[in-house]
């Protein structure tokens, strides 16, 4: 008389299977979920197993205890890999979360003139933008128009200008002057090599072991003061 229980090893791949089919991403379908018929096979070292009837890719991922999945769903048949899925959606984090901390992340940092700006001031400000390019980041520059100083735009363009000059070694313009309202602006941006420098070293800072260690491994401890026992013992020492 039979039990009505399946085999271990069925059952096993029965929950491999609701289980990749609940967890694969909407744009990616695995095992139960691919709709094809027909598919062709990329075997798991990735040699070509030819185009098979969509249970006999199955079964064929369930002998390896791995997993179905759609890689080209667009193809005629849609090609699918035999894979360990939560392998591959676990490096693929992984990369994704190295590629980040190399990213650059680049702001956008505002600065403003007024029209009769004294010279100390925009000399100061203009050093500030040359930090900004430096640091990988964009600049806008900003002239701020005060009441009867708007009928006088040409002296905001003359500033613009001499900031375009004297920055001209590290920064490009993205944006050329433009009035909106009583405000006239640009900005700028670093020049590719400036740019490639400054990626350079951020990379070198997210690598550091310094800048991965917490603070207090790298300060060295503090050494404790002498207890009163210990005092006494160093004043009675001949």
Known sequence: MGTGLKPFSEVSHIIRDQRSSRGGSRDQRTNRRIRA???????????????????AALDRARSEGL????????????????????????????????????????HLKEIKLRPKTEEHDYEFK??????????????????????????????????????????KEVAVVEQAPRMEGRLMFMIL???????QRARELARQAAASPSAKKPASETKPAASSAP?????????AAP
């Open 37 to 55: 018929r027909e598919v062709r096979v990329v075997g798991p070292d990735g040699g070509q197993l030819g185009v098979m009837p969509l249970e």
């Open 189 to 195: 941006a670093p020049n590719p090599k400036v740019a």
């Open 126 to 167: 203009v050093r500030n933008v040359r930090r900004f390019l430096e640091d990988g980041d964009k600049a806008k520059v900003v002239i701020q128009f005060r009441g009867r100083e708007i009928t006088h735009k040409e002296q905001g363009t003359t500033i613009l200008q001499d900031v375009i000059q004297d920055l």
């Open 67 to 106: 997993d179905l999945v759609e890689i080209s769903p667009m193809a005629v048949p849609p090609v699918c890999k035999i894979m360990d899925y939560g392998k591959f959606k676990y490096e693929e984090k992984k990369r994704a979360s190295e590629a980040k901390k190399k990213q650059v992340v680049v």
């Open 227 to 235: 207890t009163a026992d210990e005092q006494d013992a160093q004043s």
